[in-house]
């Protein structure tokens, strides 16, 4: 079973057992929400990086398994990271190895 479908049945049984509870101003926390979101999502600058091309094909590999532009990804995993909420896992992503790199280990 996958990761999104433990946590939707974690926060059903949650709700089931009683734990979750009103929020009290609803309009005003909607609001801050919103507000906290779309300060998340605020792109305003513009960053170039030099990466290898393996790490840029994992990269676009892994986003079109999801369903989103790589740049997305990136900047995705940039602001988890930052955020505190990049979580390490032991699974490696397949990728395909570059021309470059097959030239390297044929040498």
Do not use: C
Not at 28 to 42: G, N, V
Not at 66 to 74: A, K, R, S
Not at 90 to 106: E, F, M
Request: proline share 3%; charged share 30%; aromatic share 4%.
């Amino acid at each position: 079973m996958n990761d999104a479908k433990l946590l939707e049945q974690e926060i059903l049984a949650s709700f089931d057992r009683g734990e979750w509870r009103p929020v009290r101003n609803q309009k005003s926390e909607i609001a801050r929400i919103k507000a906290s979101a779309t300060a998340t999502l605020l792109k305003n600058k513009r960053v170039n990086i030099r990466i290898s091309s393996l790490d840029l094909e994992g990269l676009q590999a892994r986003a079109a398994e999801e369903g989103v532009p790589y740049q997305t990804l990136m900047a995705s995993v940039l602001h988890k990271f930052v955020s505190g909420r990049l979580v390490e896992t032991q699974k490696r992503i397949p990728t395909r190895t570059s021309r470059t790199a097959r030239k390297r280990t044929a040498a």
